[in-house]
């Protein structure tokens, strides 16, 4: 639910992808990856000074590591599995386009054009032998991109880098779990996420018991994330606009990914004006932000549950020194998961267990080494032994004076590196909560003594969260005061800060009674079947017929739940989009003798569409691609004179028509509503019928429709 309509053209927006999208701004290219091409350096001293002391590949392999870095990434993409034509798409990856590029894959030296990742479940992502530019510039795969484009703007199909794909696949989600991704920007995890979520589910069955938040912390972000995961046409969702440290501890989420803002050396091969930005600087300035995320995303965590750790860096001080300061925080209450057993087919190392850390003042191998003067950028918690000056007092000056090598089981994390399996660099650790986190005693008995009986004591988590950011020196999160005063001030803040959040109105669910029973005749749904009440809900409460309600959107009932405890709540989640855009309000004059002047959204039609039992016509496959060509035909005009006098008897206003497959189906109208069917939004006007599609989705639906009848006509 977010801002305005949606856009009629081709996106570009929703084809980034995640890994560059989580890179820091200083490093993020400005440069489009085909400009200047002559001019860029593909090397960087420093970039291999610091990754060889660091030893991530054996010697013998480092030249074949910085070969595979210095060449474009392949394009890679995802099929929406649940997508109305996931199996036809993916048939016509198989037995067209494999075929048909194979020619210019051998002209290229590659002996496949595109395949199946192979660790990928069901074949349902890709991976291109060509890069995104040679997509878009060589003439011969200029079919092949536009059916890229189309697919992608439909929701049919998302480009994603494949290393990014990992991490909703380790997070193990299920229907019923609530998921909260920490930094979802742009969203193409969270889209993945939805689609695991929502893969047992079918048209006509309940929704999902569980739900995603997706959060990310800047506003234009969030934007391209609604605009991506709108495609999902899921009720499940809410994006919120908040700190990830400072995230509201209102809901314990059974899954939490936790991928990071970092330096992004894993993206090189698509950004590749991070080579002549690169420093070790930037992954040391980015760690502390990186542990108070991490521990905050693990405070947010039911006891049971996973969390993912992940960046696309190779960087170990972004990496596994994180994830041990995490553990040896968090003590036995977390443990680290071994995931070798998962996804057998995808290439990956372990964890480093011994690494240095470098800044201006060289490199050091202990904290103890550390001059004072550097201490404030060099911390303790980034060297693998996590010692202070005071554990070193303790030990043998001989022994200290060896590498340290950490004690914990950070073999069990995950990095991909770029020559394995031609992809970028990334990293993931999977988190278990095994228990409630461990009391930090000392401030807890402090903090206790402090607190008069009236005032209700801090829990561990917020304990645990603070004392991770002030030590490694970030603004600890917000506490929420209880008092009366205290919440007079907070709620006059609360105030201030939601004039300040653009676009961000309040959300509220809909109460005009007549409005929702005048929804409810007129398209003949039942309560029973699909419930309205308490779950429509809007931007503002006018719904007058000048009224500024101009969208109404329907929640699950996990979201729904997740809305009243904000309601409730003094430190409340900022909601940028909520819900699915299911009804938009119609100026038409034909509403004025209607009881509903709310038309069926493209997006909401396929929930709403199996429990209706009044506005619907069933069409055959010749009238129905003459209504998506058209756009609006007479009822005299269409070709089975029948289906023109159903369409004349229909009340008016909107209406759903429904594909079948021949006129014995059209007569009976005993249509069973599943995956497989096909219907689109109109509106029934005094002397004709008119699409309400945009012209991408026109355009896709008449594609795939005659791809179909091709195929049925060689079968038989």
Known sequence: MGWGRRRKGPSTTNQSEDSKEKVVKPLKSDVPFDSNIQTRTYSNVDFEEYYKE???????????????????????????????????????????????????????????????????PKKLAWHSNFSRKEIRKNQTLERFHEFLKLETEVGNMTRQEAVSMLPPLFLDVHPDHFVLDMCAAPGSKTFQLLEIMHESSEPGSSLPNGMVVANDVDYKRSNLLIHQTKRTCTTNLMVSNNEGQHFPNKIAFDRVLCDVPCSGDGTLRKAPDIWRRWNSGSGNGLHSLQVVLAMRGLSLLRVGGRMIYSTCSMN???????????????????????VSDMLPQLIRRPGLKKWKVHDRGGWYTSYKDVPKSQRDGVLKSMFPSGKSDKDYEDIASDESAEEEVCDLPLERCVRILPHDQNTGGFFIAVLHKVSPLPEIQEKLIQRRNRNSSEKPQESVEEIVVEEASSENGLKPPEKESTSKEGTIELAQELDNKRKAWKGLDPV????????????????????????????????NSDTSSKGSVKRIYYVSSSVKHVLELNSAAEHKIKIASVGLKMFEKQSAKECEANSCSFRITSEGLPVILPHMTKQILYATMVDFK???????????????????????????GSCVVVLVDGIQKLESEAVRVNSSTIAIGCWKGKASLTVMVNAVDCHQLVQRLSDRQMSMNLTT
């Open 316 to 338: 170990p001080i972004e990496n596994e020194a994180v994830v041990a300061h995490i553990l040896r925080r968090c003590g036995c209450s977390v443990e680290l998961v071994d």
């Open 54 to 120: 660091q030893r991530i590949v054996r010697t013998e392999e480092w030249d074949s590591f910085m070969e595979i870095l210095r060449k474009p990434l392949p394009a890679a993409f995802r099929v929406n599995s649940n997508g109305q034509f996931c199996d036809e798409i993916r048939s016509i990856l198989e037995n067209d386009f494999v075929k048909s590029l194979q020619a210019e894959a051998i002209e290229s030296g590659e002996l496949e054009a595109i395949k199946p990742l192979p660790w990928y």
């Open 626 to 652: 003459n209504l998506l060509q058209y756009k609006s035909i007479k009822f005299h005009d269409f070709v089975l004179p029948e289906f023109g006098h159903k369409a004349a008897e229909l009340a008016p």
């Open 508 to 539: 509220v669910f809909l109460r005009d009674e007549a409005v929702i029973d005048g929804i409810k005749t007129f398209y003949g749904i039942r309560d029973e079947s699909f419930p309205l009440h308490g779950h429509l809900v809007t931007r």
